[in-house]
């Protein structure tokens, strides 16, 4: 059973930082290219980064470069997102996400609220 398990959301002052982890269970992670997308209230949900799975290029959304960084550990099957210098703009929902091929899986979403 394919399962991608989001955690370290909360809550957050303008400027902190928070790192988010997926745990991968389930599928061959070390093939699959990961992702972070989010979804903020009234909007679409949008790519935020993402990681290939031979070599590791990473691509992040021109809103969150060099604020935030994608990184993954294939042994552990895990995928993290740290995020630094947090913007009220960034609250939404956090979401990871595997993709190969046609095959494309979603976590269950993670709250990210910054707010003073």
């Known amino acids: 059973q394919v399962q991608l398990v989001e955690s370290g959301g909360g809550l957050v002052q303008p400027g902190g930082s928070l790192r988010l982890s997926c745990a991968a269970s389930?599928?061959?992670?070390?093939?699959?290219?990961m992702s972070w997308y989010r979804q903020a209230p009234g909007k679409e949900r949008e790519l935020v980064a993402d990681?290939?799975?031979?070599?590791?290029?990473?691509h992040y959304a021109d809103s969150v470069k060099g604020r935030f960084t994608i990184s993954r550990d294939n042994a552990k099957s895990t995928v993290s997102l740290q995020m630094n210098s947090l913007k009220p703009e960034d609250t939404a929902v956090y979401y990871c996400?595997?993709?190969?091929?046609?095959?494309?899986?979603w976590g269950q979403g993670t709250q990210v609220t910054v707010s003073s």
């Open positions: 996400n595997a993709k190969f091929n046609a095959l494309n899986y």
């Open positions: 389930g599928f061959t992670f070390s093939l699959y290219v």
């Open positions: 990681i290939t799975a031979i070599g590791g290029i990473t």
